[in-house]
């Protein structure tokens, strides 16, 4: 490598240092944010939109929708099918048991799944319904 | 070592490879292959990690079912295994260099090799499996299998093998040479895996003693605070154990290879002196916010981890004056003319130089980190992962590769392929983690959590859009860099064999003269290597017991949760 | 031992650095009354759902401009979410977590600690301004780690 390419690239990197670490050192600015009132998900769609938007944000992390395993169950063909729940009692999956298992998910655990999932009682009805919607819509 | 070291013809080196035996130099290959596989699949999986930022999520992380699982063998396997195989490698060859003699004992020599080997195939059968979704971390009440506690177990064996081996090697030329100093280059390794034998203490407390009875069921419950605090003894000390190695490579061969020589002797022994007292008892730097340790333990802690900085401090000053006399010798003149006519054709050295000048960068930001006051700001953010992708990422593994660049060529006997590319390599690695690091510490000073899958967050700030394409732009330049390695690697595994002489003299390790203050300047009481560990013990007791007596009773409240 | 001039020079003045630093460290600590968790108290994981406070989770006014959080910080959410407190509120938030180790970090505020099974973390935060922080679990929790944040709303 030349002398000239080297000498070149050692001021790449430099230069790369300086301007980029010259904008990190000095904090921003601490005054807090405005307060915001939505939650980025559009509150008069379509309900299936709306559950969707829910899924990609909370769901997704723990529950597939192709049928892969994950943390929870798999959304695909949950809605109508016969589940096991913990105690060994079987539920047909309905809207209200899709309710009850959002809100209150403690009381509504699966047999051969850990019992983490966080309650999602701060979601509207609307969302919700979306959710159950979606959810539905996943056959 | 320093009749030998004080010619330079390659017929001098030729002898001293008589101290390299057939059983144990595949040994010595086995970890660094090991080391380097580790380096390969953990690296590139890490880039799925960084472009996740911006989104992109391809072939969901290759084989695995979530991000998470990933991010535990990016962390497992460049955290414990390529550091460890490295070090084993490297050091076993330091040490038998620097004592002039073969290892003790070939059966700890293999024993190691193969501990590695199984507890890095165990590791990631149950990764894998999916059966060990913890992080490298593994914070209790998370519980892996059983498996996973097992192979971590190995991994850490590996290395007290070889530290056995190492003090069974000193002890077999201290009988030999009863009044001598202890060579220079076997002073530093055995310091530095005594040192890591003090410090993986506490992790071997932790995992035989809480975490593989518990996840076999043989205990109900933990304490996650005590096993933070034993975690954390280990968990600060272990950057030393990646980072001495490259040391041994800064202060031993990079003298060499930029034709200057070490200043001093004594020095060199007391910075690694610093490092086998001071490494260990500064681990609740970690742990600043965990709400069951005394806040004037922390304080404590904080003053013992600004000691620790020392001996990097003056490794920066004393490397740069042996850079500074091997460039005025090739003829530069002037305040900053030495710079340039240092060997920037050098893959080896190129490499290493950058890793240094990006560990400036590196040290300052442990700096912060180590401040407890700023550290309120910047504690388990992504500010951190910038921090030690510069420091263990970049300072630690950007130098592994430069010394691969001779190491390999000299154990295969073959030349490097494409010197040319392995340049390329090295500028485009120190550039990547620049940018990468940028992202990743600008994102955490905006609160931006660390290990969390962002491109996927219910949650995100104005700022972060920014952070995470420059942390996920530096990555994929950084995945550049490491495939050019491979390339490198590859095509030095296919050249043909050296033959003759002079091919083969191009390959000889450069071994280091005497430093211009040799040994005879230093203080014999350097070498008093049992009585320094006593010391590093008393110090850890020091710094720990009042940290335990204020915690105890423990709390073994909590049962184990798989959360994944 | 032989010492070079210049290396003794740059020695000491490393030395001179590191202590400005500790010094620097104390001021900050002393002058801004910086604080960081301490222990406070134990819960073992099982009961913290019964017991209380922990029990009834939620924002409590404490005194004239005082507040008390007492939240639990489970996989994978903080109960409660949404802290509402008015502008120059000392807000004290006691925490726990009945699972595995949590962590909170409100943006732009120096509140950042750990939340370990068995302990108990208390931080405490004046919020001047009015204006929404973001918070987040900053500890690797499980699958669902980044899906755990929430807010403080000062008005």
């Known amino acids: ?139 | 070592m320093s009749t030998a070291a004080t010619t330079v013809n390659h017929a001098a080196t030729r002898d001293e490879a008589h101290v390299e035996t057939d059983q144990q130099m595949w040994t010595i290959k086995g970890q660094l292959i090991t080391s380097l596989a580790a380096l390969g699949l953990g690296g590139f999986i890490g880039m799925f990690q960084a472009i996740e930022r911006i989104q992109i999520t391809l072939p969901p992380f290759g084989p695995f079912e979530n991000y998470y699982q990933g991010l535990t063998f990016h962390g497992v396997l460049l955290a414990f295994v390529f550091t460890f195989g490295f070090a084993n490698s490297f050091v076993s060859w330091t040490t038998m260099r620097g004592f002039g003699r073969p290892l003790r004992s070939n059966m700890l020599a293999q024993g190691s090799f193969w501990l590695l080997l199984g507890g890095t195939v165990l590791g990631a059968i149950i990764l894998t499996l999916n059966e060990a979704t913890v992080l490298f971390t593994f914070y209790a009440p998370m519980q892996a299998h059983s498996t996973f506690y097992l192979a971590a177990v190995f991994l850490v064996l590996s290395t007290w093998a070889t530290l056995a081996n190492i003090v069974l090697t000193y002890r077999a030329w201290r009988a030999e040479h009863p009044t001598e100093a202890v060579p220079l280059m076997g002073f530093v390794s055995i310091t530095t895996y005594i040192m890591w034998g003090l410090a993986s203490l506490g992790v071997a407390i932790l995992v035989l003693g809480m975490l593989l009875p518990w996840s076999l069921g043989i205990m109900d419950n933990t304490d996650p605070q005590l096993g933070r605090t034993l975690f954390w003894l280990t968990g600060h000390a272990i950057v030393y154990f990646w980072l001495l190695p490259v040391y041994i490579s800064w202060y031993m061969m990079i003298p060499k290879q930029v034709g200057g020589r070490l200043y001093s002797d004594g020095l060199t022994r007391f910075v690694f002196i610093l490092f086998l007292l001071f490494s260990i008892p500064t681990g609740l730097h970690h742990q600043y916010t965990d709400p069951g340790i005394h806040e004037g333990m922390k304080s404590i802690h904080l003053l013992l981890t600004f000691v620790i900085f020392y001996p990097s401090l003056i490794t920066a000053f004393t490397i740069m004056a042996a850079l500074e006399h091997g460039g005025r010798r090739a003829g530069g003149k002037g305040l900053f003319g030495w710079v340039m006519a240092l060997p920037w054709n050098n893959p080896a050295v190129v490499a290493q130089l950058l890793a240094m000048l990006v560990f400036t960068l590196g040290g300052v930001t442990g700096l912060v980190n180590a401040s407890l006051t700023v550290n309120m700001v910047i504690h388990n953010t992504a500010f951190v992962p910038g921090h030690f992708h510069l420091t263990v990422g970049t300072a630690v593994a950007l130098s592994v590769l430069g010394i691969c660049y001779w190491f390999v060529p000299y154990l295969l006997q073959k030349p490097l392929f494409s010197p040319k590319l392995a340049l390329w390599q090295a500028w485009l690695w120190a550039i990547g983690v620049l940018i990468f690091s940028r992202g990743q510490m600008s994102g955490g000073l905006d609160a931006q959590p660390r290990r969390t899958m962002l491109g996927e967050a219910s949650y995100s700030l104005p700022g972060w859009e920014v952070a995470n394409w420059l942390t996920a732009i530096g990555g994929v330049v950084m995945t550049i860099s490491g495939l050019l390695f491979f390339v490198v690697m590859i095509g030095t595994f296919l050249n043909k064999r050296a033959e003759t002489p002079e091919e083969r003299g191009a390959l000889d390790p450069p071994m280091p003269d005497p430093p211009i203050h040799d040994h005879r300047k230093s203080w014999k009481v350097f070498d008093r290597l049992g009585f320094w560990t006593l010391v590093a013990f008393i110090l850890i007791l020091i710094a720990y017991i009042p940290v335990l007596m204020l915690y105890l009773p423990a709390e073994f409240s909590s049962p184990g949760v798989r959360v994944w | 031992m032989k010492i070079d001039r210049f290396e003794k020079i740059f020695m000491l003045l490393g030395v001179g650095v590191l202590i400005a630093g500790l010094i620097a460290i104390a001021i900050s600590v002393i002058h801004y009354g910086i604080h960081l968790p301490s222990p406070d108290g134990r819960i073992a994981p099982a009961e913290v759902r019964a017991t209380s406070p922990f029990d009834e989770p939620g924002v409590y006014e404490t005194g004239d401009g005082e507040y008390e959080v007492i939240m639990l910080a489970e996989t994978w959410r903080f109960v409660p979410d949404e802290v509402r407190v008015p502008a120059g509120s000392e807000v004290t938030f006691r925490i726990a977590s009945p699972d595995v180790v949590h962590g909170m970090l409100i943006e732009k505020t120096a509140v950042n600690v750990m939340i370990i099974p068995g302990q108990i973390s208390e931080v405490t935060h004046t919020f001047d301004e009015p204006g929404e922080h973001l918070f987040v679990c900053h500890e690797y929790c499980g699958t669902g780690h980044h899906l755990m944040s929430g807010r403080v709303v000062v008005e």
């Open chain 1, 1 to 139: 490598m030349s002398r000239k390419l080297t000498g070149g690239l050692l001021l790449v990197f430099f230069a790369v240092l300086a301007i980029g670490y010259a904008g990190v050192m000095p904090f921003g600015d601490d005054s807090p944010r405005e307060v915001t009132d939505d939650n980025g998900v559009a509150a008069n769609g379509d309900p299936v939109e709306v559950g969707e938007a829910i899924y990609s944000q909370q769901c997704s992390g723990c529950h597939t929708i192709d049928g892969s395993s994950g943390v929870g169950p798999t959304f695909q063909g949950l809605y109508g099918s016969e589940v096991t729940m913990e105690d060994g009692s079987t539920v047909i999956v309905d809207g209200d048991h899709l309710l009850l298992a959002i809100t209150d998910p403690r009381a509504t655990n699966r047999e051969g799944y850990p019992d983490v999932m966080p309650s999602f009682d701060n979601l509207s009805e609307d969302e919700i319904a979306g959710l159950v919607a979606f959810i539905e819509s996943l056959e």
